[in-house]
């Protein structure tokens, strides 16, 4: 089974940068899709920003020119670098993998997708 595991959250005024952290575990063999998304109270979860393996990303309209998405395929990691934040951005934010093949008992494992527990990000004055 494959983990994900976020880091980097925090509270920043507005106009701070903030950048998340994500890594996934186990035996790994690829990834194809890796993404970022939140969920603010009340609302419901929306994607931010994803990176397909071959390196085509792709954003929210709301993030575009602030947040910057990048990951290394080889170390099966991924960070959003967010700049510019605004009191709208506050939202808990989680990791997505899809489309996963890893090896489990010896086997060739395919899983859809797999979620971390999520960080707090927090845009306050």
């Known amino acids: 089974q494959v983990q994900l595991v976020e880091s980097g959250g925090g509270s920043v005024q507005p106009g701070g940068s903030l950048r998340l952290s994500c890594a996934a575990s186990?035996?790994?063999?690829?990834?194809?899709?890796m993404g970022w998304y939140r969920q603010a109270p009340g609302k419901q979860r929306e994607l931010v920003a994803s990176?397909?393996?071959?390196?085509?990303?792709n954003y929210a309209d709301s993030v575009k020119e602030r947040f910057t998405i990048s990951r290394d395929n080889a170390k099966n990691t991924m960070a959003l670098q967010m700049d510019s934040l605004r009191p709208d951005d506050t939202a808990v934010y989680y990791c997505?993998?899809?489309?996963?093949?890893?090896?489990?008992?010896?086997?060739?494992?395919?899983?859809?997708?797999?979620w971390g527990q999520g960080t707090q990000v927090t845009v306050s004055s």
């Open positions: 186990g035996s790994i063999v690829s990834i194809k899709v």
């Open positions: 997505n993998a899809e489309q996963i093949t890893y090896w489990k008992d010896n086997y060739m494992t395919y899983e859809f997708a797999s």
């Open positions: 990176m397909t393996s071959g390196g085509g990303a």
